[in-house]
């Protein structure tokens, strides 16, 4: 008898712990999916749980970019936001003139060298992102790109279709962080996007490049994505 009696309690224990546990974790899911909803796109939404990790969001005004250019700036038509497939995945290079320690810095640099060399009127890219789960926000979706032309896939216009998404990579190649970086953006773009999931691509599935390194090319193919 006594040894029935211990056997009960340690199942009652259980099943309460489970209990707890379950109740702990969608009070914190539905706390953070309501303040980011609430908050809406690129409105002061770091820091933001993925998997149980963090990455942090950091606002375009917190970058210490130029302004942008309107006069080299085209609008996207009504049909092209609407009709946004998903993300192109650039690669920066780690090293070269364009290479600094700190990725603010070099998001500076990035964004000097599209204006000031290539005539862009901003910089290429929608969004950055690092080896240490940061996100940056740059060119305002409600323009196109310039960050893909598709010359393997019908002329050599600008990719109206998808926004640019630029890994800031370093010696460590891919980490977790950037896992968790890339998540998020994907969050991100489904809910600017009404809940649409975006479609991956690698740069060289609209052009004529080496961008983005093999790895990332594995990466966009992990994720069923287009490279
Ligand atoms: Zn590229």
Redo the contacts with the bound molecule.
């Keep these: 008898m006594v040894a029935v009696g211990v056997a009960v309690g340690v199942v009652v224990a259980v099943a309460v712990g489970v209990v707890v546990a379950v109740a702990v974790g969608v009070g914190v899911a539905v706390a953070v999916t309501t303040t980011y909803r609430a908050k809406g796109l690129g409105s002061g939404l770091a820091p933001f749980l993925v998997g149980g990790h963090m990455t942090t969001f950091h606002r375009r005004s917190t970058l210490g970019l130029a302004a942008p250019n309107p006069a080299k700036l085209a609008a996207r038509t009504a049909e092209e936001l609407h009709d946004s497939l998903g993300l192109?995945?650039?690669?920066t290079g780690f090293g070269g003139t364009l290479y600094k320690p700190d990725p603010i810095a070099r998001l500076r640099g990035i964004q000097a060298y599209h204006m000031e060399t290539l005539g862009y009127g901003d910089i290429a890219y929608e969004l950055a992102f690092d080896a240490d789960a940061n996100v940056y926000e740059l060119r305002d979706g409600k323009y196109v790109g310039a960050?893909?032309y598709g010359s393997k896939r019908g002329g050599n216009t600008p990719n109206v279709y998808t926004d640019?998404l630029?890994y800031l990579e370093d010696a460590r190649g891919w980490t977790r962080g950037g896992s968790i970086a890339l998540n998020w953006c994907m969050d991100l773009f489904g809910l600017a996007r009404q809940g649409r999931h975006p479609h991956l691509f690698a740069?060289?599935w609209w052009?004529v490049?080496a961008?983005?390194q093999s790895y990332l090319i594995d990466v966009v193919r992990f994720a069923g994505g287009s490279a």
């Design positions: 192109t995945i650039h690669h960050h893909a640019g630029v740069h060289e052009s490049t961008c983005p």
